[in-house]
């Protein structure tokens, strides 16, 4: 799947989030290596912190439908740019430290001029991995 058809799926995605607090809408696509799309939008709460951002609500959709393979996750914001914060680094890396992460660039724009593409290691060099010798 192309990156821009990835992009366009997090940003429809987006419609559904749910962020009455801070207003920030983001929705995310993630590509599984078989092919498959989950999505996922930010759902806050009236108790702050106990907030989901639109990639850990995708990756937990997959995680518990039995995907433990990850190719990329398309982000949107609108108009804005929106990284992973460092939380959704640390959560995605558990499953795929090399997984593509297509964003916006900095600058924002038109998506169909171009997209960031950044592997998650990049943006997360040296993240914790606790060794289980278990797989599942
Ligand atoms: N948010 C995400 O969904 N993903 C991120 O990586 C950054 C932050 C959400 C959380 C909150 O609902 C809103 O954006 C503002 O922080």
Known sequence: MKDLELYRIAENARENAYA?????????ALLTTDGRVYTGVNVENSSYGATICAERTAFVKAVSEGERSFEAIAISAGEEPSM?????????????????????PPAG?????????????????????LETGQST
């Open 20 to 28: 009455p607090f801070s207003g920030f809408r983001v929705g995310a």
């Open 84 to 104: 992973p914060c460092g939380i959704c680094r640390q959560f995605m890396f558990e499953f795929a430290p090399q997984i593509r992460v297509i964003t916006l």
């Open 109 to 129: 724009g038109d998506p169909e001029d171009g997209l960031q593409v950044k592997r998650l290691e990049e943006l997360l060099p040296d993240g914790f991995r």
